[in-house]
């Protein structure tokens, strides 16, 4: 059990929070995230990569039942902290998975699976020398083509507060324009009036008064 992030209540990441076990050593081959909602691994599946405390997935995953969705999270105590809250709301359309995205995509994922990929508010690294960190790469970007849909709704929404990571994206993503379009970016559905996707992140952003950059990637079919 985890105390950590939870002040002292026990977490329990039964049915949801997925690891290393479920996934198997790098390299022992794909693993097909639609399995795990089985018997219901016909219906449509979105990723999400950072949870963070998962404000944005309760709140989409309670308005879209009929969808199911994988998040990834690689800080062990935000992926403990989200998955015991998916339980605990009972959403049974919802695994949180402790894994880095970069191997999740490259290595577990096959391809074809998620229609929408959600990418909010991912760590700037500010500092030139830590750029290379940064997740919006093209080699990135040429991995989430292969693992979403073959279909004209398949999409990467991305939203920052950092205009030269915003930047940064921009160019990342002209070496892959035959594989995308971008458009610009529409609220999600779920998100509250006057929010782009309503992360807990982009509150805290918001009532700091910081300006948002947001884009969405459509995959060319
Ligand atoms: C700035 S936080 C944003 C969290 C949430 N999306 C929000 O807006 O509130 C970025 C999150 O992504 C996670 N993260 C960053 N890089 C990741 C990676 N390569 N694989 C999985 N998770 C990652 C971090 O641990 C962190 O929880």
Known sequence: MSYTLSHGKALDVTGVGLDATDLGPIGSGPVD??????????????????????????RQATAQPLVNYVSIEYARAFWRYTADR??????????LVYVEAGAFV???CPGH?????????PDPWPKKRHHKRRLIQAPFLEHLHHVLTHTRDAT???T??????FQWMVEASAPVSALFDREPYEPDTSAPTGELAGTNFERKYRDQGRPFYAMVLRKRV
């Open 33 to 58: 995230p639609r399995a795990w909602f089985a018997p219901h691994d016909d219906r449509p599946i979105e990723l999400e990569i950072g949870s963070g405390k998962g404000a944005f997935l309760l």
């Open 86 to 95: 998916m339980r605990r709301h009972g959403l049974s359309n919802v695994k």
């Open 106 to 108: 490259r290595q577990y």
């Open 113 to 121: 699976v998620f229609r929408t990929v959600h990418i909010y508010f």
């Open 156 to 158: 990467v929404r991305i």
């Open 160 to 165: 920052t507060d950092h205009a030269e990571y």
